[in-house]
């Protein structure tokens, strides 16, 4: 329900999620039940495995997340979660508020064992694929164990989820050599030097959209700064393109020619596309959407959710933080 | 002498420049007497104030930069930086070894007072114009002194070179609450807000490009990546047209037509055009570029130094921040 379109958009993703699935799963949609069910009206519903469980309060997107979560215990995302904590949902989805859905995630669904800080990850396009990026803005102040957790985090996402068979685990730094960057990056450096992840060392701002690795880790501060960076940049040309053409009618018709072409080129930096993000070390899978998703990127978050479901992969990072490293490395690294 | 073209794309890149600027100031090539003259044989430069200084060495850009410095004294770095300490020029630029640029600037030109860091800037292309964003990598590790001082510079530069008449500073985070980021940040924030500057308050990585102020500050290591992720757009977007139009033979043809506007349209996120990237805080005008500028990249920094030497920015500088902060501040904030 904290959706900017919610219920609507949220009813029509599921419903052409399930159809897209062939009903290979259930879904439940979660909130004021009386709406839900007018939205679902408009739709034709008939076969489809698709359930409603009633919750009567909303967390806004203004709301401050862990003080909502504990004021509005009966919120459509506080249910949900609860839902998917007792086992009576396999998976979690929602286009409300970033930091509720975090705290949620987190408070609800607690940690999974040796991950001290629960993350999200952000997918970029690149040259070569799919570009994993933690964390994409939870945490803005990290050490070395965090950006150590993030990569293997990273690594498991990318091999039991995108499948990748051997994921290159990148560090965003500043330059190439060791000694480049802040304490807490040199640090994760000689950690990820030690681990049995693919670590391909430190990678620049220029190599994620290169596709130089599939993963790269770095603090929530530069992730966040960067996603935001990224999402603008189709914009931004739109702008200059039409600035560029602005009273000139051969550009404008050259440029209206190719606009598919382009737009096309850049569905890849269109994060509808990939159907939300996945909040990572919890014991659950949860995913996040923006607040303004379509129908369609509701559809993909919710095959997106049941393609995690499957992997599996929470036992996986569990498994890596226990094995990951080598026995040279002293097994109480501060947190 | 350090750059990737040395001295070719210099000696035609300071041509150019005298041409474009009516001879109104002198050019002092500095490096290998003979390997200039041989290039100034190539070009017509009959009347042109062009001369040049012996430097034996050269710093590469593998030079570790404070150390080549200190071993190589009779590097056209050392002895053109030296040149204009001692008054007989009144600019210096250079697309060497970019760390060692900065050393040389800081150790032989010293800090303007004041200031406890000196920086360099990058320039943005935006919606509305030109963002400068500083630190563009120097400092990687930041107090919220030393952001406070990169806003004072910058706000400076756009003002002084750029004649914005009132450039807006925003700090750049990863929201626009007062209480996000991390320790520093926020006490920059508390800072910024008592100074004198037009400060709009946090900025988000989605504003560079919007152009929501002139001027964004932030730490070296956020200012890195991002420039390089910026720089890496075109490529990105040029692969991904090429993938989208393979073997097609229409889009092909469309999107090739297309490509004069879309390379005019992104023209604004070549750094070429903006001359290279200014040392800002140090008692002198330097100026950095590209190790594989061309001429045309050099032509434009030699007149960007040109033009900043005529603005007087550093007096602004120093008295801004002798006075940019309201007496409710203590004097003495660490730096």
Chains 1, 2 share one sequence.
Do not use: W
């Not at 994760?188 to 992840?197: C, D, K, V």
């Not at 603090?219 to 966040?224: E, L, P």
């Amino acid at each position: 329900m904290g959706g900017d379109f919610a219920p609507a958009h949220e009813v029509a993703g599921a419903i052409e999620a399930l159809r897209l699935g062939k009903n290979r799963f259930e879904v439940i949609l979660v909130g004021k039940q009386a709406e839900i069910e007018e939205h679902l009206k408009r739709h034709d519903t008939s076969g489809l495995p698709i359930s409603i469980v009633n919750a009567d309060e909303v967390i806004t997107m203004d709301d401050p997340p862990t003080a909502a979560l504990k004021q509005k215990k009966n919120s459509s995302l506080a249910v949900g979660m609860q839902l998917h904590k007792d086992g009576k949902a396999d998976a979690f989805a929602s286009v409300g508020n970033t930091g509720a859905v975090l705290s949620a995630s987190t408070l609800i669904l607690g940690r999974i064992k040796g991950i001290s800080r629960p993350t999200i990850a952000a997918f970029f396009p690149s040259e070569k694929g799919v570009c994993l990026l933690v964390d994409a803005g939870t945490n803005v102040d990290c050490r070395a164990q965090h950006l150590y957790e993030f990569a293997v985090m990273g690594a498991m996402y990318s091999k039991k989820v995108f499948k990748h068979e051997n994921p290159r685990v990148g560090l965003l730094n500043v330059g190439e050599e060791k000694k480049k960057g802040t304490e807490a990056v040199q640090e994760a450096y000689a950690l990820l030097e030690r681990s049995t992840l693919n670590f391909i060392g430190n990678v620049e701002g220029r190599d994620i959209l290169k596709g130089t690795s599939e993963v790269i880790v770095c603090d929530g501060f530069v992730g966040n700064v960067i996603l935001k960076f990224g999402e603008s940049v189709p914009r931004f040309l739109k702008s200059k393109l039409k600035q560029y053409a602005a009273g000139n009618v051969f550009r404008t018709l050259l440029i209206g020619a190719a606009r598919g072409s382009l737009k096309a080129a850049l569905r890849d930096m269109d994060y509808e596309e990939f159907g939300g993000i996945p909040v990572l070390g919890v014991n659950g899978v949860s995913l996040i959407g923006h607040g303004s998703s379509s129908p369609k990127a509701l559809r993909n978050m919710v095959l997106k959710a049941v393609e995690v479901a499957e992997s599996g992969l929470n036992k996986y990072i569990e498994e890596a933080m226990a094995t990951s490293l080598r026995p040279d490395v002293p097994a109480n690294v501060p947190a």
